[in-house]
């Protein structure tokens, strides 16, 4: 009896020996907070470098037109710069949102599947789910990326009017 015991691997060892490390350490990295976060950082840093020119062409037009005329175009040109980075943030948060849009709304499916539902209900569950789940997302993106356009706005407003007044 003594024998059988030893002989037979534990179920634990078995599953930690099958494991690759490089496996392991990508899973330990994307499980930490500030992963994402560099994740974030990353595609915002790349949206912003790709919309780089539409920015410089913001603020020529707004060096064009702010020798001609009172503060109008500095209102304009910061709603512009507010729109670009409330649609480069919108992007930015989608990267980070679709992967754990997808996690809770596999988990979701799993536990109504382990309820015993049966498969009919759990597709029309699943359909439901992923309307409130995309519409969800979407309220929220839009009112960040609002939020984010908004005082983009009011920060680029008072930046080009302290700056023309600067310059005068």
Known sequence: MGEEQIQQPSFNSAVV???????????NVMSKRRTWVCFFVLVYAILLSSTWNTLKF???WYKLQSDHSSGWPALYASVMLGAVFGVLSMAAALAVVVPV??????????????????RRALIVEGRKITREI???????LLKEGNVVAAMCAVLG???????NGEAD
């Open 17 to 27: 020996s099958e494991v690759p490390p490089a496996y392991a350490l990508l899973l």
């Open 58 to 60: 913001i603020l020529s």
């Open 101 to 118: 849009t997808l996690v809770t709304w596999i988990a979701i499916v799993v536990l109504l599947a382990f309820c015993g539902k049966p």
């Open 134 to 140: 995309i519409g969800l997302v979407c309220r929220i």
């Open 157 to 163: 407003y008072f930046a080009l009017v302290k700056r």
